[in-house]
């Protein structure tokens, strides 16, 4: 059974779930103490939670008798759960539309685009959006942004944050007409403060990071997001022996989106809980000669398209910058405008912007 339908405040479920606790059988060995810490609630507050989670959970499950194997999902389960699932979003309205409503969790993101078309600019908008509080419709998480190109930029991030908390703000004066209100409390610097950046010169620095990102997560379990800008760097220049090139990033890819899908095991009782955290990731273009013409393909070649779950490639449409849903396995093929201002990712500002579905 699926947190989502607990009898308990929706600010509670919101909570549960950002922190990664989908299922009830995700509970079922966290004292009040590790609840309270994971959700920062008053320890009473995480008992009745529990004390609410037990309840269910015995109607839910009246003999168990009958049962070996414990943790199986059924099909319903899962797309229940995924609906629960909350997203990221670009603060670009056309985007998170085209998106099914922003980067969704557990899954990996390859984003790829000509230079200049603003790749680094939308992955230090999601290293801000990450950490938009529950009670606003984020995840009020933290971010991991790995750099291979040097192109992340303090001050543009400062900028972002500070249009981020000004949002919040206007959100903040609109639910207080509404006769609720949800007190802003996170400052730019706050939001600085939970972007751990990693500064990466060479390949083996780069898949040595990839592999210590899992005990980094545990020692920092509000991390929901990890960006890589951009994961072809460094992987496409000194490499003579192309073969030792796909096993490597191959290997990289699979921890990934092992990290990404299955992140935080319960041993104690054998059943996997879930870590809500997504891994964006940056790429480079290159030409393709294709039916008689060179056309524009993202880097590393086809065999590294198949380990990311969906692929959005940024690219100009006259003077204006679009994003396209190139490959997914739930999402529509579909284009949309959208702008880099001053305040960050926004949406086009021309008015025939409209989405193209195709």
């Known amino acids: 059974m699926e947190v989502g339908r607990l009898p308990i405040s929706a600010s509670q479920r919101g909570k549960l779930i950002s922190a990664g606790y989908t299922t009830l059988a995700s509970l079922s060995s966290l004292s009040s103490s590790d609840l309270a810490r994971d959700l920062k609630i008053p320890e009473s507050e995480a008992f009745e939670i529990l004390k609410v989670a037990s309840h269910d959970c015995r109607l839910d499950q ?20 995924e609906q629960l699932f909350p997203r990221i979003t670009t603060s670009c309205a056309d985007l998170d539309n085209i998106l099914g409503g922003g980067i969704n969790c557990k899954e990996v993101t390859e984003i790829g685009g000509v230079p200049g078309i603003g790749k680094t600019q939308l992955g230090i908008q ?14 009020g998480g933290k971010a991991v942004y790995i750099d291979t190109e040097g192109s992340f ?9 500070e249009a ?15 006769l609720r209100t949800c007190q802003v409390e996170i400052q730019p610097t706050d939001i600085l403060k939970n972007i751990f950046y990693f500064r990466i010169c060479s390949y083996t620095e780069q898949i040595a990071l990839i592999n210590h990102l899992d005990k980094f997560i545990l020692e920092h379990k509000d991390v929901k997001i990890v960006i890589i800008d951009s994961v ?5 220049q000194d490499f003579e ?9 191959g ?15 319960a041993v104690s009782n054998m059943i996997a809980s879930y870590s809500l955290w997504q891994v964006v990731i940056f790429n480079q273009v290159t030409t393709k000669h294709k039916e008689g013409s060179f056309q524009l393909s993202l880097a590393l070649g086809d065999s590294w398209s ?43 500002a021309s008015n025939h912007k409209r989405i193209k579905l195709m």
């Open 251 to 265: 290997g990289m890819a699979l921890k990934l989106m092992n990290l990404a899908n299955k992140y935080n095991l």
């Open 153 to 161: 930029m303090v001050e543009r991030a400062l900028q972002i944050a």
């Open 62 to 81: 009246p003999d168990k008798s009958n049962g070996i194997f414990t943790g199986a999902q059924t099909a319903w389960e899962m797309l229940h759960e």
């Open 232 to 236: 072809t760097f460094h992987f496409r």
């Open 306 to 348: 198949h380990c990311c779950t969906n692929r959005v490639i940024l690219y100009w449409n006259g003077d204006e910058r679009n994003a396209h849903i190139d490959k997914s396995p739930s999402l529509k093929s579909a284009s949309a405008p959208f702008s880099v201002t001053r305040k960050g990712i926004r949406n086009s």
């Open 241 to 249: 022996d192309l073969a030792l090139r796909t096993r490597l990033l």
């Open 126 to 139: 999601l290293a801000v959006n990450v950490q938009i509080p529950v009670d606003f419709g984020g995840l």
């Open 164 to 178: 981020s908390v000004v949002d919040m703000s206007h959100y903040n004066e609109l639910l207080w007409k509404e």
